[in-house]
């Protein structure tokens, strides 16, 4: 099995910055993906940044140039350095591990973005 679990959610100021992590253990053989997908109230899951096994990255459309989305592949830990948020970015973020051909979930983190 594998836990999954996400840190560094908040309220932050649209304009503002927040990093959030997400470090997976248990058995853990070949991570494949590593991934941030969020939620909004009213609104269906997300997918908004993905890294590869071989580091390549992908974002969704709404937050390129704003988003980064790192990894410590050692210690399987992803991060998602978010910059210049706006309300639109509020919602629970969700971090997704695919551990060979199985996918794992966190339980999420609130990201708050209001003044």
């Known amino acids: 099995q594998v836990e999954v679990v996400e840190s560094g959610g908040g309220l932050v100021q649209p304009g503002g910055s927040l990093r959030l992590s997400c470090a997976a253990s248990g058995s853990i053989f070949i991570v494949n993906y590593m991934n941030w997908h969020r939620q909004a109230p009213g609104k269906e899951r997300e997918l908004v940044a993905s890294?590869?096994?071989?580091?390549?990255?992908q974002y969704a459309d709404s937050v390129k140039g704003r988003f980064t989305i790192s990894r410590d592949a050692a210690n399987n830990t992803v991060y998602l350095q978010m910059n210049s948020l706006k309300p639109e970015d509020a919602a629970v973020y969700y971090c997704?591990?695919?551990?060979?051909?199985?996918?794992?979930w966190g339980q999420g983190t609130q990201v708050t973005v209001s003044s």
């Open positions: 997704h591990i695919i551990e060979r051909l199985t996918y794992f």
């Open positions: 890294i590869s096994r071989d580091g390549t990255t």
